[in-house]
Each structure stands twice: as C-alpha cells, then as structure tokens.
C-alpha cells in the first residue's frame, strides 16, 4: 500500500522556470511533511519541511504548499538553476510514530541551461 | 564535522551468500535508521534503533534480514543468503533522537548487487 503518492516521475524545465511537485497522502494521522534532495551517488538531504498547521513555507527559493482538506502537499522551486537538478522526494510521518518516513517514489528534476 | 559513512559503497556477491553492510552515524546521535532504495523507487524503511535497541523491525523484508547496533554507534545489516530482489541501495541515516526523526541525515549509502 503506497500511503504517499508522488508526481511528476520526471520533470524538465529551463533556468528560471517554476518546477512544481506534487505529493498526496493517505493517512490523516501524518503530521509532517518533509522534502528530500537526492543527487547522484549521495544519500538524500533534508531540504524543506512543514507542519500541518500552515499552508506554505517558504526557503530560500523553496516553497512548500500544504493543503489539509486535500490532503496534497507540493514543492515549488523558484528561478530553478542547473544545479537544482536532482531527485525530489516527499515523505511524511506521524506523531506517534516519527521516526518512522514514508517516502514518495521520487521525481528526477533536470534543469536546462 | 564528519557527516553519516558507510562502507562498503559497492558490494557485489553471489546468489546465496551473506553480506555485511556497516554505519556509521554522526558521532552523538542516538536513533538510526536503515532503509531501502531499490531503482525508481522511493525509500522503504527497514529498521529504527534508539540507543542500541530496536523498537521498530517491521521493516524488515524477512528473517534473511537482521541488523544490530553497538555502543550506541555503528550499525550492521546483515543479509543472509542473498536474493537477487536484494540488490538496492541500502541508506543510513541518524538523528539526534527519534523524537526528531524527521533531522535524519542520511549516509551515501551501499550499493548491493546479487548476481
């Protein structure tokens, strides 16, 4: 059963576009919402996070929004650059069991020159 | 200072025999984690420790599996008489404590091939 759905697979936008993620859950006890980066032959890196409790956060040029009744989060990267190219994944937890992420399957971003 | 290490990075064995991956976390964190990342896949918990205990082994895929945890340090996954659906990459990742486990920082990971 795969609780955290995520798309695009893959996505190929030019410098400076908005490359947008998309991520949808199933269980409403999740209550964290992270996004990992993924380069080649590295392990993922913590690149953003929310709460349910906002609807967007923002970092540097990395958006989450957060939709609740939904239950859909997405990733917006703004003015997106050659070395944002990457694998994105989403994941989610819950409070009762933190430690435990459930991932999405990823999306492969390739930002051209 | 020194991030999550793994070794080895690449391991190639042969159907049937047994592998040892290791981790080593960030000096200080007390809760790691094991997880797998098959090709086009996203990651799949395996194992959670907090200190040298595991709470949590639901992950693992079968009884071939095992992993252990020694003075609140290194880890090993073990793999007993490897599959091929074995190959993946094996990620570590450690935290401060698992009540912040969303701070997981993860290793490079063991690339495992079963032929």
């Known amino acids: 059963q795969q609780q955290v759905k995520q798309s695009p697979q893959s996505l190929i936008v030019q410098k400076g576009g908005i490359p947008i993620i998309n991520c949808a859950y199933e269980n409403t006890a999740f209550d964290y919402f992270p996004w990992y980066q993924q380069f080649p032959g590295k392990g993922p890196a913590l690149l953003i996070a929310i709460r349910p409790d906002v609807s967007e956060k923002k970092e540097g040029r990395f958006t989450i929004s957060f939709n609740k009744s939904a239950k859909q989060f997405s990733l917006h990267i703004m003015d997106s650059q050659p070395g944002d190219s990457a694998t994105y994944f989403c994941?989610?937890?819950?409070?009762?069991?933190?430690?435990?992420?459930?991932f999405g399957k990823g999306t492969l971003l390739t930002v051209n020159p | 200072g020194a991030g999550v290490s793994q070794s080895p990075s690449n391991k190639v064995t042969e159907k049937g025999k047994d592998v040892e991956l290791r981790c080593d976390p960030i000096s200080g964190h007390t809760a790691l984690y094991w997880y797998r990342q098959r090709l086009g896949q996203g990651l799949e918990f395996l194992i959670y420790f907090q200190g040298n205990s595991a709470p949590d082994k639901s992950g693992l895929p079968s009884d071939r599996f095992s992993a252990e945890r020694t003075g609140e340090s290194v880890s090993t996954l073990t793999i007993q008489r490897t599959q091929q659906e074995d190959s993946a990459v094996y990620l570590c990742?450690?935290?401060?404590?698992?009540?912040?486990?969303?701070?997981?920082?993860f290793g490079p990971g063991t690339r495992l091939t079963v032929t």
């Open positions: 994941a989610s937890s819950s409070g009762g069991s933190n430690y435990k992420l459930t």
């Open positions: 990742a450690s935290s401060w404590e698992s009540l912040r486990a969303y701070e997981q920082y």
